[in-house]
């Protein structure tokens, strides 16, 4: 009988997408047969993915067997609640978009629809403060809820800011103990095979020959082998997305860390703060076509709360995605496969989803166009789905100051993110596909935070009596606010558990 199985995986790339894919290979393909070798070139920088994150991080390392205090603590992380928008929507003004639940929902009607309803009775605060996380976010509190939490704690979801640089060089320590080989090299061609123009092997500067059956592509934008190989093609989103360029440095800081992240529009992009336990990570996404590089690096550089403590670096990117996740018999991770901006910090989840999409329909030599197709579907779908979030930040400004956001806020939008908003307009309704990523509280968080209003709600929700409605969100709120209030702050929280020993070196990747 032919053996069919996989038996060479070649990864090329390192960074957070090259480490992240072969310490979840090398613990799942734990077997007696298939060779994983990472390689990766020192004389090459890295452009790192992240240092904020989202809440699905959390599953990926529990599934690597990465000990969460321990992934804190050598990465310098903190952790984080949600986002803090200042800016968006109008100038002056500020919403949060926290992790986890608001409210709960009574006898099946979404939480929001109660809201909907009762704000039209009275005067009510912001939707966020029915959040465990943005409440406890607000005062600078966290604790781990723990799987046995009760309301409202069990409304408690987290994520962390990182070191991305760090967190490469933990999970490469695991890869290697797993198995893996690390090849030191610069990769200047790769061979294709002359009957199907699968990839055969790749070569090295110094002449050596690497042979694979499957190729993973975490070269970053170059996309050397997804791309300058096979010719995958591109989808390029800058007409939805404008903003092309970055600049991030890092500075000093004062005072326990914030457990959230924060962006600030400003009149040509927007600025993003993350605080790590011993820095602050700061970054410019801007449009080049509106403002010069040398002047959006002035406007980060007069909005750092510190002193600067790094050179700022830039980046150019186009925002998008390849037309094939998965071409032949390489697979792309990272900014191979695409890039959307940061703005809600979903680059780093994008890998882990690429990762576990590729496990769970892990080829053979014969690779199926069955699974390949599949594998280029759910990607695509996740993709987009990121896509239309992201835009709907853009599209609901109001800022008559910047004629960057009313360019932003007059443009057509893609028409599964046109009927959402119509939607949630019409009557607040948030129509869920499948798995999405970003689930209904998210969605109505930046809604009503940008300033998309309802013009009605539900009518189902005035089958509800008024008074045991508004009852019940006052005991809700209240139990949040009493919560949150004998939270510890972060700051204790981590020296109690996960500090960091000493302040980590300068990244030698670009954390994005």
Sequence with gaps: MTDHRIRDVVIVGGGTAGWMAAAALSRFL?????????????????????????????????????????????????????????????????????????????QGIPFHQLYLRERIRRVLPDISAWSMSAVAAAQGKFARP????????SGLLYAFHFDASLYARLLRSMSERGGVTRVEGKIVDATL???DGYVESVRLADGRIIEGDLFIDCSGFRGLLIEQKLETGYEDWTHWLP????????????????PFTRATAHQSGWQWRIPLQHRMGNGHVYCSS????????????SNLEGELIGDPRRLRFTTGRRKLAWNRNVVSLGLSTGFVEPLESTSIHLIQAGIARLIALFPDKRFAPIERDEYNRRMETLFDWVRDFVILHYKAMDRPDSEFWTQCGNMEVPVSLAERIEHFRNKGRIFAEGFELFSTPSWVAVMLGQGIVPQEYEPVVDGLDEEKVAQALEQMRLAILDTAQRLPPQGEFIAQCCASPAPAPPATEFVF
């Design 243 to 258: 903003c092309d360029r970055a600049i991030a440095a890092p500075c000093s800081y004062t005072g326990g860390p914030d």
């Design 146 to 153: 723990g799987r046995q939490a009760q309301f409202p704690l």
């Design 30 to 106: 734990n077997n007696s047969y298939t060779r994983i070798t990472l390689v990766e070139s020192d004389e090459i920088g890295t452009i790192g993915v992240g240092e904020a994150t989202i809440p699905p991080l959390i599953n990926f390392n529990g599934l690597i067997g990465l000990n969460e205090n321990e992934f804190v603590s050598a990465t310098q992380a903190t952790f984080k609640l949600g986002i803090e928008f200042v800016n968006f929507g109008r100038l002056g003004q500020r919403y949060f978009h926290p992790f986890g639940s608001i409210g709960q929902d009574l």
């Design 193 to 195: 095979r002359s009957e």
């Design 290 to 301: 509106f403002i010069s590089d040398d002047d959006a690096e002035q406007v980060l550089l």
